[in-house]
């Protein structure tokens, strides 16, 4: 079991910064990747970012520019800062854990935190 608590959402206006948090423990292996999804009232959960073990990232186009993820593997931690941020980008986000075997991953999803960007 793998347990993922994020941190660091809240209420900002346009244009703002937050940074989000997720402290991961528990059974965690070494090969794994972690993420952030978000999902908005009444839209599907989409992936917003990732970064492997070894430190590769991918992101959505839509924060492309705006969003970076970093991790912390000595802390078991991802980071997610989001910059330049619009009322558009308002929805839960979540932390997510994926672990070797990649073929069959173990996946674990944090409880989310809510981001709300005022026009």
């Known amino acids: 079991q793998v347990q993922l608590v994020e941190s660091g959402g809240g209420l900002v206006q346009a244009g703002g910064s937050l940074r989000l948090s997720c402290a991961a423990s528990g059974s965690i292996v070494s090969e794994n990747v972690m993420g952030w999804y978000r999902q908005a009232p009444g839209k599907l959960r989409e992936l917003v970012a990732y970064i492997t073990s070894g430190g590769n990232t991918n992101y959505v186009d839509s924060v492309k520019g705006r969003f970076t993820i970093s991790r912390d593997n000595a802390k078991n931690t991802v980071y997610l800062q989001v910059n330049s941020l619009k009322p558009e980008d308002t929805a839960v986000y979540y932390c997510?854990?994926?672990?070797?075997?990649?073929?069959?991953?173990?996946?674990?999803w944090g409880q989310g935190t809510q981001v709300t960007v005022s026009s």
């Open positions: 997510n854990y994926r672990g070797a075997p990649m073929w069959r991953p173990s996946v674990y």
